[in-house]
């Protein structure tokens, strides 16, 4: 079916955001200078920044500034983060966040005409007007005194110097990044090491995604995951190492049993467990609306020319049984079909109860579960016995259910949905014990009442319930946003300026949601926490919105990514997972809503053009290593 909604209403929700803080405020003309400024000099450090008109993220763009750019500070903003600069090029000064910046250096007082003040300790403070945060008339200002707080320094900092001259240099992104004894996360964690650590490089893992690497100081070579080091030099004279050259790999621990919670369901009887299936591993996966459209066999075919193996359908329960136990999956079988002819394997996530099975007075303008979670059981058991042995390899129940309209606007309860699985798990399992069962993907958001219930409690609270019982595999929706798929929620608002942004929301409300990456990990630690290290994470929704100028103006943050970006994140994110070792299929939104929902906001997660022909992320995706 067609979501209503993109995850940006669950952070909407959640955050409190403003629909006004996407679009540009009224800004005064530049403020006059009120003091001669000082010549503190700063060289900009991203490969590109933003220019803005103002001390904040709600100002607009007025440029970008290239790395390496000499600026010349002229002000400050009350809580030092942003600079007021002079740069060749630009009309007048504009503002530029002072955390991208490196100070180089400032020429004494005595060689400056009419220097301004200077304290003791050698601090400038000029007095300078900002524009108001707020709309405001084209002659207000709003007059602020305050300090430049870099000390007047009479010598440059050095610059760091990288030395290639006797092989490749790996130089870690992360503020902190573990370094393991062998070329993947199953490997122990032999230290961390800061941002910016360099590291020669003196092998190439089996898989190609990791570097072995020598670090000043420790004995042993160890490794380092490549996508979060920036490569300096060249490794094509790099060995990459076979099996037998790496460290033998540590046997997997067994499976832990769930904790004993009180209060949580009891198990059901006689129920095949998750440690009995054999594990399915990674896969690369993408979602298609291909349901009552004739396009399934076209849909697998650009799937499997992408090297994909895996496709999600999302099935709505109140179509295909409009009586208790008439089932009517005709118009399913033509898509298990297709897909037992081309080696696809199928995820169909169950959703949106039938009238006849909700609760007394519901909330017809959403979709909801039943009153009574056997009337979901026995549908779910009918559709595993319908198509056991087939490409049907996995049933998601239900849907980001921390959400209000996901819900039925009931009270959100983590409790309630493990009772609503607990007997669909059953019924899957005594009628097709090789299907695997998901767990429904909260959507990332934060507490808003009733509206929203923040997913990373709302997880821990299935766990609580017994959640761990249940499933083969738990279901996550990490969404990118504008941020790149290795960047944590932490540095988020810091990337975003660098790669140019008009939705602002990682700055203005940091929290993970706005973090594929620190969305998935924030999940597996609560798994880990709960004894379900045995159990993957499986990604059933993500992706990056690209189109400018959005078909919907709710969905600005898709003007900020260029369809380059959305495909060298897109593949970031998949060879992320493929890394982490505890990532089940995942699943990419979305392969065709430009086919058939094009304008559309959905259309902006598409891969193929309305005319089936490939995006850049698709073609960076059929090229990618799987």
Not at 10 to 26: E, K, N, Y
Not at 346 to 374: C, I, K, T
Not at 452 to 459: C, G, H, K, T
Request: aromatic share 10%.
């Amino acid at each position: 079916m067609f979501r209503r909604f993109s995850p940006f209403f669950a952070i909407l929700l959640a955050l409190g955001l403003a629909l006004t803080a996407l679009s540009s405020p009224a800004l005064a003309a530049p403020p006059a200078q009120e003091s001669t400024p000082a010549a503190v000099l700063a060289v900009t450090v991203p490969p590109r920044m933003n220019a803005r008109s103002g001390p904040a993220t709600s100002y607009r763009v007025v440029g970008s500034v290239p790395a390496g750019t000499t600026v010349r500070i002229i002000g400050e903003n009350a809580d030092g983060r942003w600079v007021r600069v002079d740069i060749e090029g630009f009309d007048g000064p504009v503002w530029l966040a002072k955390w991208l910046l490196k100070v180089q250096d400032a020429p004494a007082a005595e060689n400056q005409p009419n220097p301004p003040a200077v304290s003791a300790s050698g601090v400038v403070t000029p007095t300078v007007t900002i524009p108001s945060a707020t709309p405001v008339t084209a002659t207000t200002a709003v007059a602020v005194t305050f300090v430049v707080s870099e000390t007047v320094s009479a010598t440059p900092e050095p610059a760091v110097v990288i030395d290639t001259s006797a092989g490749p240099v790996a130089v870690t992104k992360p503020t902190r990044m573990n370094v393991r004894r062998g070329p993947g996360t199953d490997y122990p964690v032999a230290m961390g090491v800061d941002g910016g650590t360099q590291a020669r490089i003196v092998g190439i893992g089996p898989d190609g995604q990791w570097y072995q690497v020598e670090l000043a100081g420790q004995e042993d070579r160890l490794w380092i995951y490549a996508p979060l080091a920036t490569l300096y030099g060249s490794v094509e004279e790099v060995a990459q190492l076979g099996e037998e050259e790496i460290p033998p790999r540590p046997a997997p621990a067994p499976p832990a049993a769930a904790p004993a919670v009180a209060g949580a369901a009891p198990g059901p009887a006689a129920v095949v467990r998750a440690a009995a299936l054999p594990g399915v591993g990674f896969g690369y996966g993408v979602q298609a609306h291909i349901i009552h459209t004739g396009q399934e066999g076209l849909a697998m075919d650009k799937t499997r020319e992408m090297g994909f193996s895996w496709i999600k359908q999302q099935i709505e329960w109140r179509i295909f049984e409009s009586n208790p136990g008439q089932y009517g999956f005709g118009d399913i079988g033509p898509i298990v079909g297709a897909a037992n002819q081309r080696g696809i394997n199928l995820l169909f996530s169950v959703v949106n109860a039938p009238d006849w099975a909700r609760e007394a007075g519901f909330d017809a303008n959403v979709g909801g579960p039943p009153a009574d979670p056997q009337a979901l059981a026995n549908f779910v058991g009918a559709l595993a016995r319908e198509y056991c042995g087939s490409s049907l390899r996995a049933i998601e129940v239900w849907n980001e259910q921390n959400l209000h309209y996901e819900w039925g606007n009931k009270p959100l309860s983590p409790a309630e949905y493990v009772r609503l699985l607990a007997p669909s798990y059953a019924s899957i399992k005594a009628n097709c014990p090789s299907i695997y069962v998901i767990s429904g993907a909260p959507t990332p958001a934060g507490d808003n009442g009733n509206l929203a219930m923040d997913d990373f409690r709302y997880l821990e609270e299935m766990f609580k319930n017994g959640l761990a019982r249940y499933v083969d595999g738990i279901g996550a929706h990490p969404s990118g946003y504008n941020v790149p798929a290795s960047v944590t929620w932490q540095n988020a608002c810091a990337a975003i300026q660098q790669t140019g942004n008009i939705f602002n929301g990682a700055c203005d409300s940091p929290h993970h949601s706005w973090s594929f990456r620190s969305t998935m990990e924030g999940y597996r630690n609560i798994a880990v926490v709960y004894g379900a290290a045995h159990i993957p994470i499986w990604a059933t929704e993500f992706g990056w919105a690209s189109q400018n100028p959005p078909f919907h103006g709710a969905y600005a943050y898709a003007a900020d990514n260029s369809p380059e970006e959305q495909a060298a994140w897109t593949v970031e994110a998949y060879q992320m997972m493929r890394a982490w070792g505890w990532a089940g299929p995942a699943f990419l939104w979305n392969l065709n809503f430009r086919v058939v929902a094009n304008g559309t906001e959905k259309a902006q997660w598409g891969i193929v053009r309305n005319d089936w022909s490939p995006m850049p992320v698709y073609d960076a995706l059929r090229g990618m290593g799987k």
